[in-house]
């Protein structure tokens, strides 16, 4: 059974933060009545059974995530054209800075009554929102809203509401992508092929043991602090790492863990990884850019960068999809777009965030040549942008890939809270440098990761 995603009331900081209010629409699941998500007011036709009804006008607020220094020409576009299609309408932009206490903000935005109309919001913060009745059922008031979108990615788009229900209360949107990069020339020195990349995650490790052998420290498989693999790594192997209602950490009961700890901990034994980076927070992309990694970031992103920064590197630069292991597909973490059950114009804040989301609008963001993205719309990914590119250079070969990859991927991200990362991590360093064995490690990362949640932090 597939690991599932933090679910309920003991979902991580955020929700904590939100117990004082009380968790869910009070009233909405009638028909009648006054309905409120936590103190403030909900209109009768935002909740309950039938479909969202209403003229598409007035003023509505839109927040985005750090995106207007960048991409103010897109939006402001995509704006003026939902103005124009509906004559009656202002569209209000706001840019949050998108730093740590984002989800903080927003939540407490929320709680203030003030959440914006429409919503740019991750995975933290849907599972926070939705759990306290502040997005909008789009499953009741817009039965059709998944249409556009990649069947696995919009089936797997859901979270709990406050009675433990599924729902869905976002629209996916953008996501990066994620691809295997390696530098070819550092691989042939280490005798291994570039034309045959591994296919799982411990293939993984067997080739980065070989580097290991080879190198002797002149260049390194990749950086050793397992926070860069954590949870990716598990979920690729399709390690059980939460219960199935979310509320305990199962990781440690799976032989597959205890697998990965002890090919980490000889790889970092025997040369594999550099010494001082089991802690460290260096960028694994400034030190493939200097040569030194076989292996690079997985984020397509990351081409973009060694490319403009480091063109050799780039030029000995190889691409591949993503072990797709015993899970069968990737995980996507796409950012989402919610309307708020709070607006006093959901019928609007809907029409807006449905044009913004559609293919056409994804589609065109996705072909700024200043960001590397994947849109989250069947007909987006279906385009000639994807499916006919030409050249064969790293960059192009990876979009290739990652277009298709998409395809088949689904939303069910683990979201680890970053005190339950570091905490899980701590016990694995352990195990890592021979101060523990790769159970006792994973034993205590587990009953630390639990305490975490029943403290709900």
Sequence with gaps: MRARRLTGCVAGVIALTLTAAGCGLSGGGSDSGDATAGGCEVDKGNVGSGKLTGDVKGTITFQTTNLKKDFGGYFNGVIKAFEKAHPDTTVKWVDDPGDATFTQRLVADAQGCTLPDVVNINVNTAIALTKNGYLLDLDKKAPDAGEPF?????????????????????????????????????????????????????????????VAEASDGEYYAFLANPQLRIPADWQQMDIKILSSDGK???????????????????????????????????????VYGQGKLVYGPTNPNFLRFIQQNNPSVYEETGVARFMLDDLGHTVGAPQ???????????????????????????????????????????????????????????????RKIVASDRKTSTADEIALTPGELNAISAQIQLAMQGKKSAQDALDEAQKKANELIEQGS
């Design 150 to 210: 990649v069947p696995n990615l919009w089936k797997s788009s859901v979270y709990a509401d406050a009675s433990g229900t599924e729902v869905h209360s976002v629209l996916p949107w953008y996501s990066g992508g994620i691809v295997q990069t390696f530098n070819t020339d550092l691989m042939k020195k280490a005798g291994l092929d570039p034309a045959k990349p591994p296919t799982t995650v411990l293939g993984l490790f067997e080739d980065a043991q070989k």
């Design 248 to 286: 305990k950490f199962t990781f440690a009961d799976d032989p597959k863990t205890a697998q990965w700890v002890e090919a980490m901990t000889k790889l970092y034994k025997s040369g594999g990884m550099p010494r001082d980076s089991l802690s460290s927070t260096q960028d694994p992309a400034n």
């Design 336 to 398: 989402y777009i919610g309307v708020a059950s709070t607006s006093k114009n959901a019928a609007t804040a809907l029409s807006f965030a449905q044009f913004l989301t559609n293919a056409e609008n994804q589609l065109g963001w996705a072909k700024d040549p200043n960001v590397v993205i994947f849109p989250s719309t069947t007909a987006s990914l279906d385009d000639p942008f994807f499916q006919s590119v030409e050249g064969d250079d790293p960059f192009a070969e990876a």
